[in-house]
């Protein structure tokens, strides 16, 4: 009879680290549960610009694939770090391929960005852990979006993800859900 008083506290136990767990994980501020992705591209002239659109293309089909099985921004960050070589060869060849010869630079860490709004989703200033792809001198106008949760792997666009336009961006409850707390849509009209 005396193990009931036991068993009880355990299961308060449990349920207090649980829910600790919970809020640590689930209600982590926005610039610590996403993944940037940011090319920079060599300079701003315009060939260089559609260079920078064509690698991130390649980039962002790639982290596609590579993150089906990713659950959370951890698990998405290391398995970025370990596809740097991979992410390299793939701008490498792009670059190649579109008849330049500039090097290339992937990191992946914590970087300062500015408020960026995706038509109506906002990321506010802070530092947000990226992959960064530096083409070239790094010199020119550059790309962000967000690779984990999957945000500009359902856009196209140099604009990232734009919630403006039904066909440049498909966005499922699913994403919505993935959201990170922090994250807020802009309204129409909204400045």
């Known amino acids: 009879?005396?193990?009931?008083?036991?068993?009880?506290?355990?299961?308060?136990?449990?349920?207090?680290?649980?829910?600790?767990y919970f809020l640590e994980y689930?209600?982590?501020?926005?610039?610590?549960s996403v993944l940037r992705l940011h090319v920079v591209a060599n300079s701003d002239n315009?060939?260089?610009?559609?260079?920078?659109?064509?690698?991130?293309?390649?980039?962002?089909?790639?982290?596609?694939?590579e993150f089906q099985k990713t659950s959370d921004v951890n698990m998405a960050k290391s398995q970025a770090i370990k596809l740097i070589p991979i992410i390299e060869k793939t701008a490498r060849e792009e670059i190649r391929s579109q008849g330049y010869d500039y090097p290339v630079k992937v990191s992946v860490g914590e970087y300062a960005?500015?408020?960026?709004?995706?038509?109506n989703f906002v990321l506010p200033?802070?530092?947000?852990?990226?992959?960064?792809v530096i083409i070239g001198e790094g010199e020119?106008?550059?790309?962000?979006?967000v690779l984990f949760p999957p945000l500009c792997l359902v856009s196209?666009?140099?604009?990232?993800?734009?919630?403006?336009?039904?066909?440049?961006?498909?966005?499922t409850l699913k994403c919505l859900e993935l959201l990170p707390k922090g994250a807020r849509?802009?309204?129409q009209g909204e400045e």
Do not use: H
Not at 26 to 32: H, I, T
């Open 1 to 20: 009879m005396k193990r009931k008083p036991v068993t009880g506290i355990i299961i308060i136990t449990v349920m207090i680290l649980f829910t600790g």
């Open 125 to 132: 200033q802070g530092d947000y852990q990226a992959v960064k």
């Open 156 to 171: 196209s666009s140099d604009q990232g993800l734009c919630l403006d336009n039904p066909q440049e961006a498909r966005v």
């Open 140 to 145: 020119g106008r550059n790309w962000w979006c």
């Open 46 to 65: 315009t060939e260089d610009q559609l260079l920078k659109l064509a690698v991130k293309d390649d980039i962002v089909n790639l982290m596609k694939k």
């Open 26 to 32: 689930y209600q982590q501020p926005l610039n610590k």
């Open 113 to 119: 960005f500015p408020t960026k709004s995706y038509g």
């Open 185 to 187: 849509l802009k309204l």
